[in-house]
């Protein structure tokens, strides 16, 4: 499943690079820092890039997720610094609608 959902959220990366200047793209690497310090995003674009995975997660996998919601953002470390920790948390919200 790791795999797959790397594939979707570099697949959506692709997507919003699409949308940006040349020297706006998102390096489509785990170790990239996606918002906060040193982030390459906006909060706009954050969220662009959030709704374009929704609707990736949806066509591949037909699950519906939210995944800018309270529970990401109470989080002490931000779930969206990175794309590893982004698709780390997009792992935990998964197995939790799949195990509804």
């Excluded at 919003?16 to 040349?22: A, D, G, K, R, T």
């Excluded at 591949?60 to 309270?70: F, G, K, P, Q, R």
Aim: net charge negative; proline share 1%.
């Amino acid at each position: 499943m790791e795999e797959k959902l790397m594939q979707l959220i570099f697949n959506s990366i692709d997507e919003l690079n699409e949308q940006f200047s040349n020297d706006i793209q998102l390096k489509k690497s785990k170790e990239t820092i996606i918002f906060g310090k040193n982030g390459q995003l906006d909060s706009l674009a954050l969220v662009n890039l959030l709704v374009v995975i929704e609707q990736n997660i949806e066509d591949e996998l037909n699950v519906s997720l939210t995944i800018a919601d309270e529970k990401a953002m109470s989080q002490e470390h931000s779930p969206f610094r990175t794309i590893e920790t982004l698709m780390n948390y997009i792992q935990i919200l998964l197995k939790d609608e799949l195990n509804d």
